[in-house]
């Protein structure tokens, strides 16, 4: 069964930083892209980044370019999100999700939209105090 699982959520000032972790499994990991995504009370739910395992390449939203990282670890099936400069408007319920990152010979270059991840983890809960 495909599992993501992701963890490493907590309370913290603003200024601070967080690394949120997204373990996966029952998937070939390195043919994926693994994908962030958060839901604030009453938003929508916001694609904030992704790393495609087969290339490395990595998407940022505007919200958050400059503050966060991301990164892959192929041996452990594990994507890391570097959360720095957290501001109270990052608080949200985070998660990590998984689309196939090829498509026949090309790289699959998504757009952060929800609807083009078909694998879906539960959340951790990030709450940046003022």
């Known amino acids: 069964d495909v599992q993501l699982q992701a963890s490493g959520g907590g309370l913290v000032q603003a200024g601070g930083s967080l690394r949120l972790a997204c373990a996966a499994s029952g998937f070939t990991f390195e043919e994926h892209i693994i994908g962030w995504f958060r839901r604030a009370p009453g938003k929508a739910r916001e694609g904030i980044s992704y790393?495609?395992?087969?290339?490395?390449?990595?998407k940022f939203a505007d919200s958050v370019k400059g503050r966060f990282t991301i990164s892959t670890d192929i041996v452990k099936n594990m994507v890391y999100l570097q959360m720095n400069s957290l501001k109270p408007e990052d608080t949200a319920v985070y998660y990590c999700?998984?689309?196939?990152?090829?498509?026949?010979?090309?790289?699959?270059?998504?757009?952060?939209?929800?609807?083009?991840?078909?694998?879906w983890g539960q959340g951790t809960q990030v709450t940046v105090s003022s």
């Open positions: 790393i495609n395992n087969n290339d490395g390449s990595t």
């Open positions: 999700a998984a689309t196939l990152g090829i498509v026949g010979p090309a790289i699959y270059e998504p757009t952060l939209n929800d609807y083009e991840f078909d694998y």
